[in-house]
């Protein structure tokens, strides 16, 4: 059974540092993209990172672009994602999620909150 476990998210004050992790279990983890995704309260889930499974290929939303850092460390089965000048608009419930196709994800963790306040 597959699980991504994401943890490392709290109450932060604005311009202020995060480091969230997701541990993965119950697959290969080094075959599969990782990604972030983030859902604010009333908003739609959307995109903030992804990463390949060799780690050469990243890619970010413009959003977060230049602020966040995503890597993976394929021996731990973990992906990080470390957000730094935190806005308040960056507040929202942060996802992980593994995929091997081109188009969607194939498993989503249960989220961690985030929360910087002005």
């Known amino acids: 059974q597959v699980q991504l476990l994401e943890s490392g998210g709290g109450l932060v004050q604005a311009g202020g540092s995060l480091r969230l992790s997701c541990a993965a279990s119950?697959?290969?983890?080094?075959?599969?993209?990782m990604a972030w995704f983030r859902q604010a309260p009333g908003n739609e889930r959307e995109f903030v990172s992804r990463?390949?499974?060799?780690?050469?290929?990243?890619y970010y939303a413009d959003s977060v672009k230049g602020r966040f850092t995503i890597s993976r460390d394929n021996a731990k089965n973990t992906v990080y994602l470390q957000m730094n000048n935190l806005k308040p608009e960056d507040t929202a419930d942060y996802y992980c999620?593994?995929?091997?196709?081109?188009?969607?994800?194939?498993?989503w963790g249960k989220g961690t909150l985030v929360t910087v306040s002005s």
């Open positions: 999620a593994a995929t091997r196709r081109s188009n969607g994800m194939d498993y």
């Open positions: 119950g697959l290969t983890f080094s075959y599969y993209t």
């Open positions: 990463i390949r499974s060799g780690s050469a290929y990243t």
